[in-house]
Nanobody
Framework: VQLQASGGGLVQAGGSLRLSCAAS????????WEWYRQAPGNQRELVAR???????NYEDSVKGRFTISRDNAKKTVYLQMNSLKPEDTAVYFC???????????????WGQGTLVTVSS
């Protein structure tokens, strides 16, 4: 099972980006999805989470600006980021807490990260 993140890039403050993270392989079920970010010199922090039932929650600084969603049929999670600020600049990582696949049951699954740069 692999997670492939995409959608990062350079955007001006106030702009928008949509991140995607797709799981590949013969997958039967994915638990909760999360997006984390890590800015230079900082620890990785949880940005948003969506449960297997679709319940979502957000880190305070992104509430009202970011929206996490999932498409179970496509085995994909999204992060719509609006009203971006320079302090949102970071590498964004997707994470799936558990994946049931033809190869078994995997926990703690990470994507490779995608860089988001917001210019002022």
């Amino acid at each position: 099972v692999q997670l492939q993140a995409s959608g990062g890039g350079l955007v001006q403050a106030g702009g928008s980006l949509r991140l995607s993270c797709a799981a590949s392989g013969t997958i039967f079920n994915i638990g909760a999805w999360e997006w984390y970010r890590q800015a230079p010199g900082n620890q990785r922090e949880l940005v948003a989470r969506i449960s297997s039932t679709g319940a979502s929650n957000y880190e305070d600084s992104v509430k009202g600006r970011f929206t996490i969603s999932r498409d179970n049929a496509k085995k994909t999670v999204y992060l719509q980021m609006n009203s971006l600020k320079p302090e949102d600049t970071a590498v964004y990582f997707c994470h799936a807490d558990r994946i049931a696949s033809a190869r078994g049951y995997n926990v703690d699954n990470w994507g490779q990260g995608t860089l988001v740069t917001v210019s002022s």
